[in-house]
């Protein structure tokens, strides 16, 4: 069994087994010379069946060992805390006539898509606390990767309606990205896991299907700009695969919002592509690469959101139009749906941190220590 506690070289107080620094002197563990002493890592180094892994453990500043020992989770937590925060207190305008404080609507509204960053924020708040240490980081992880999709999956839709975006849960895809993301944190971090690569295929295997899904009536699944753009009837009996397809022909705004949807469908199942092959030998040359795709895929969601906000800026302009049961001006539709898509692009931000996170603390607390891995094939 793995210690639970390390001893400080400097100060010989004890301190908890995946500690940054001493709780008493401050002393650095991640210092190479204090790290050698403590047998951890050296200079980014980490040993595995034998062969050494020079491209380090860490994935957005989040170790391994961290994820074992749950501090990085509570660090998750604590992040994620503040920007559910920011977002719960950010104004609404769910009506298209002005912003209004989220506990002044809630009731006449999607209450729980308005009440459930509050929820996170707390939840967030205790992780980060004592109690978080009190719990097993296996609770942490799956406390955050629940948090994290009950918004992507149960948010986002009814907010939709307010700010121009989907109406209708984009079920696969809120999946399928953080999944992703969370398989290619995982092969950063231990490269010769064998079996982190099943989950970004499963990940990018449900994107594929989410956007090659065909519906019935495609408009409650893509943003306003399509429907501002194009005739109704051309979005029936659509996938967003052939609705982004079609968007090339149209007007611009439509133009950059398909070619995006094409590129992220292209990088998760590019990321999955190349995560099957297991390094060989102390570089992890697919890993160099892997990386900053899986840097994408685990804000892809937020960036998505974050594209469409700009992209309102840029769509035809009208002097009136009519919908949400009322005659609009232009101003008011654009500025309500810049604002709901800014404060969205807060809210998604943790929401991902979270589910990506905790799959991959899950993955590190439930699944490794539980699953056989295959020897790598030895370097010379």
Known sequence: ?????ITCPICDRENARDARRCKSCGADFEDPELAQQLGRPVGGMTEEDG???????????????????????????????VFFGVAAILPVNLDFTSAKAMWSVAGKGPTFALVLPAICAVIGVALATPLGRILPPAAVAGTLAAGGFAVLLFALAPLGRSCGMPEKTAWF???GYPLAAA????????PRDANARWLVVAGAVLVVIG?????????????????????????????LLTASLDGFGHHLAVRFLSMW????MALVAAAAGLSIAAPKGPWDTFGLVLRPMGMALTFMIPLTIALHMINIMGAPTFDELYGYGRYLTWDQFSDALFAGRARMVVLTIPAAIWAVGGVAGL???????NMPTAAPARSA
């Open 1 to 5: 069994m793995a210690a639970t506690s």
């Open 51 to 81: 062969e050494i892994n020079l491209m380090g453990d860490r994935f957005l500043g989040i170790r391994w060992l961290g994820l074992e020992g749950g501090s990085d989770l509570r660090l998750l937590a604590i992040i994620g805390a």
């Open 173 to 175: 895809l809120s999946l």
């Open 183 to 190: 398989g290619v944190a995982v092969r950063a971090m231990k």
């Open 211 to 239: 956007m090659a899904l065909p519906h019935t009536d495609a408009r409650p699944h893509l943003p306003a700009e399509f429907q501002l753009v194009r005739h109704d009837r051309d979005l029936f009996d659509q996938s």
């Open 261 to 264: 949807n094409l590129f992220g």
């Open 363 to 369: 993955w590190a607390t439930v699944v490794a220590p």
